[in-house]
């Protein structure tokens, strides 16, 4: 099947029940996207579907269908992204970074949305990310140094 | 000596003296591995970036940007320019590679300092001999030689610097620590802009030729080997390229025996894994339950102690002639570690040798336990440290490793394991449950005379388990003339392991939980109450021990996060401060935590301010704060939600959702302040954890009342 990966159209010879969460990380090669949980839980497997934050290990790859795919190797191709990547290195949020990838593209949806969020905003749109090192304060911060970038 | 060493300059760790390490510098030998190569840290390349490796393990700590920045420092080299290499795990040329036990800094501090000087002394010398200059004319800023008017690149002189004799690190020059430029500034983690691109590895992104995906399936009940599993319908199911059992090690914590299946992706592995039908042997480890454990403790509580551990004075008569006697049971479960990376690692078996891929906290133990059970020469297998997506002492243990390495044996091709989280929680290394029944005498004037522990933990033949133990001289032993303490061991067969400050997250919260109704029993303010009983500044316990401590730096840190929380202010109904302090890992914590309680019993942690020390120097201060929030905010999942439980021999949870961890709507603002006395710089990974439950304990008894000394904390006790 096809899919449209950052801006590319990818071929994947991939079972259609395969989550695309391994469909990227296994087939593709596509190694950014994390595994956490494999329940919905965590968000370290989001990517974004027409530019709306999804979980990866949920989404099999036939529901995709012709829905442009971003995952955190495209997120630098958006504006937003790039200001919260910057503010993501200067503000050091991550500790062991594993669940970046997932709150980068759950907050870059947010700003596309919601340009100067609310404190409201942010935890209404991050609180399905877990950061199991606790850099919440930290990713708060960064999104509120984007919005402001 | 191998030739391989001997060909490069290094640095090793011998005798102690004054706190730190003696630093020996080998002669450097002709011939180095590289040119530039000043010693194991330090490679400086005739052209371009100074390398700097990184040799310890990183998870989350920032321990491969700071220090590496402690190196840089010394030598004078342009941070902004400098390339952070990670090592492989190598012991012999490195020192401790660990990641625990918040020791890497009180480790290596001193000796990277030497380490970044002795490079920078080489590159000077040989400047003073290409330039015909006296040496004591030099100068060096950011990576270059200054004489005069005339600068020039390290590189410059890296060929001919590298060919000198090292210098005797001991004696080696540092600097004044007030010309400190790079230590001590905000420097953020050197990989996160790797991170934030999805470009920086994991260990479970390591990818090899021909690799296949392993799942590996294992008795929720540890210790029950297979008896039989349909191996040959899983084999034929789609995607999955081989299956097969794999049989137990018999020693205690040694490979657990189970089906490993072998697919095109993680995927197919697990899909098939979950047709997977397998009949267990028994297992020694059927007994354990919850519900049969809660009653043994409580049939302990009625008997003295089976362990006497430590005593000093006459407790039974000081409680006799006590004007009061406050007793109180402590209570907490065991709690997993849920390192969002979850459990993998990749191997390749080729012969006798084995390479590794792990994201590991301790390397070396690995590495001993892999050649054990395979059978190979520890020389024979190198390990690749990969950056670790979470520790908290999960990693500190090794079992993955053994297992990827006997997978990629029997299937003879190399292997990436990867665990689910359902492996992971019910696998896990636990926290250790514990209860403590606790008594306390005080005199007419409200001070502590007498203390009284019998603690019940977890072990086996009479030997607490991993993380299970009390030390004799725990915290308030010393402090208290009339002090016992004894133990109960409840009977485990499940893994245990260190988490995130062992021991001390638990006492922590029962010994700051039981100071505060002795504060108020007393009818003292608990912040007055704690100083009172600290006392003057003293050293408390042996002073060469890690567990000494002086009380002087603790009553230091409980009054700045007094007064940075202002203690004592009129607070709204139903709302509290509560204050606790804990010293462990060599680091002095207290911290206030304002709470508000709703008349359904919903708590809201308002705000929580935290001040620490951890000696002279915060090395990355923008790093030391992150630690310290993220050991706060770890410390209040505790509070919450985690809490580990047996039925018929095994863990009941499964995922985050019997496990939840605090979200971004539930993080309270944290401030934290460091005060910087004159004493070595000790390490951050732990010591804000332990005064965190008992904080919010004590804050949520002043806003209702309710005294909660069960974790995790019951809060349906607090409806109005």
């Known amino acids: 099947m096809k899919l449209n990966i950052n801006g590319k159209a990818v071929e994947v010879n991939a079972d259609p029940d395969m989550p695309l969460l391994w469909a990227l990380r296994d087939i593709l090669g596509l190694t950014g996207t994390k595994f956490g949980c494999g329940a919905g839980f965590c968000g370290a497997c989001t990517v974004q579907l027409d530019g709306e934050p999804v979980r990866g290990c949920q989404t099999p790859v036939s529901a995709v269908g012709t829905a442009k795919i971003t995952t955190i190797e495209g997120l630098s191709a958006s504006a937003w992204g790039r200001k919260l990547q910057d503010a993501w290195v200067a503000l050091d949020v991550p500790q062991c970074g594993y669940c970046q990838a997932g709150q980068l593209l759950a907050a870059e949806a947010l700003l596309r949305s919601t340009p100067k969020p609310t404190d409201a905003d942010i935890d209404a749109a991050m609180s399905g990310n877990l950061c199991r090192c606790a850099t919440y304060t930290r990713i708060r911060a960064a999104i509120k140094q984007a919005a402001a970038a | 000596m191998t030739i391989e060493l001997s060909r490069r300059s290094f640095l090793f760790a011998s005798a102690a003296i004054g706190g730190g390490l003696y630093l020996g510098l080998s002669p450097q030998p002709v011939g180095a591995a590289e040119a530039g190569q000043l010693n194991a840290w330090v490679v400086i390349p005739p052209t371009g970036r100074i390398r700097i490796m990184a040799s310890n393990p990183e998870v989350g700590q920032g321990i491969r940007t700071s220090l590496p920045m402690v190196i840089a420092e010394e030598l004078d080299a342009d941070w902004a320019a400098v390339e952070i290499v990670p090592t492989m795990a190598d012991a012999k040329l490195y020192g401790r590679q660990v990641a625990g036990g918040s020791q890497a800094m009180p480790t290596h501090y001193e000796n990277m300092r030497r380490v970044g000087a002795a490079a920078r002394a080489m590159i000077l010398q040989a400047a003073a001999t290409a330039w015909g200059v006296p040496l004591a004319e030099l100068q060096t800023d950011k990576g270059q030689v200054i004489h005069g008017q005339r600068r020039a690149p390290y590189g410059q002189f890296a060929a001919a610097a590298s060919a000198l004799p090292a210098p005797d690190a001991a004696k080696v020059a540092v600097k004044d620590p007030k010309n400190f430029r ?205 950056r670790v997506g979470g520790g908290f002492g999960r990693r500190l243990q090794n079992d993955y490793m053994v297992e990827a390495a006997m997978i990629a044996r029997m299937a003879g091709r190399p292997v990436k394991l990867t665990w689910t989280r359902e492996d992971d929680v019910t696998q896990d290394f636990l926290r250790p449950g514990g209860w403590h029944h606790l008594e306390a005498g005080l005199d007419t004037a409200g001070r502590v005379v007498a203390w009284d522990n019998h603690f019940i933990s977890y072990g086996r033949d009479g030997k607490f388990a991993r993380a299970a133990g009390i030390a004799p001289n725990d915290f308030p032993a010393g402090m208290v003339d009339h002090f016992r303490l004894g133990a109960t061991i409840l009977p485990l067969i499940h893994t245990t392991g260190f988490l995130r400050a062992p021991g001390n997250n638990a006492f922590g919260f029962v010994t700051q939980g039981f100071i505060d109704e002795l504060a108020h029993a007393a009818g003292a303010d608990p912040l007055q109450f704690r100083r009172d009983f600290l006392g003057p500044a003293r050293i408390i316990g042996d002073p060469n021990s890690r567990a000494s401590y002086n009380t002087g730096r603790m009553r230091a840190v409980l009054d700045k996060a007094a007064a940075m929380a202002g203690w004592g202010r009129k607070l709204p109904a139903r709302s509290g401060l509560g204050i606790g302090f804990h010293f462990s890992h060599l680091g002095y914590f207290a911290n206030v935590i304002e709470a508000s309680v ?79 006395p004159d004493y070595p710089v000790t390490g951050l990974g732990e010591p804000a954890y332990p005064a965190v439950a008992p904080a919010l304990a004590n804050a949520i008894f002043q806003a209702t009342g309710k005294r909660l000394r069960t974790l995790p904390f019951d809060f349906s006790v607090l409806k109005a």
Request: hydrophobic share 45%.
């Open chain 2, 182 to 386: 790079l230590i001590g500034s905000f420097q953020p983690g050197v990989n996160n802009r790797a991170i934030v691109s999805g470009k920086q590895d994991y260990g479970i992104d390591a990818v090899l030729p021909g690799m296949l995906h392993a799942a590996f399936h294992k008795s929720g009940v540890q210790r029950a080997a297979v008896k039989s599993a349909n191996i040959d319908a899983i084999k034929a199911m789609p995607g999955v390229r081989d299956a097969f059992i794999v049989p137990a090690s018999p020693e205690y914590e040694g490979l657990l025996g189970g089906v490993a299946i072998l697919a095109d992706t993680t995927w197919h592995a697990s899909r098939a894994r979950s047709a997977l039908k397998v009949e267990w042997e028994e297992s020694p480890a059927a007994f354990q339950s919850s519900a049969a454990w809660a009653k043994m403790a409580a049939e302990a509580k009625a008997k003295p102690p089976a362990l006497p551990i430590h005593s000093t004075g006459d407790v039974t008569t000081a409680m006799a002639g006590a004007a009061k006697r406050i007793s109180a049971t402590y209570e907490y479960p065991f709690i997993p570690h849920l390192p969002l990376e979850p459990i993998n690692c990749t191997a390749r078996v080729t012969g006798d040798r084995v390479e590794i891929w792990a994201p590991t906290q301790n390397p070396e133990p690995g590495r001993q336990a892999v050649a054990k059970t395979l059978g190979v020469p520890l020389e024979n297998i190198s390990i690749h440290m990969m």
């Open chain 2, 598 to 676: 709703s008349k359904d019993g919903a708590v809201t942690v308002k705000k929580i301010w935290v001040a620490g020390d951890v000696g002279r120097q915060i090395v990355n201060p923008v790093g030391a704060i992150n630690q310290v929030q993220g050991s706060v905010l770890d410390a209040l999942n505790a509070c919450r939600n985690h809490a580990v439980t047996f039925a018929d021999g095994a863990i009941e949870q499964r995922n985050f959702g019997d496990l939840p961890l605090l979200r971004m709507d539930e993080a309270p603002p944290i401030e934290v302040s460091f005060l910087t």
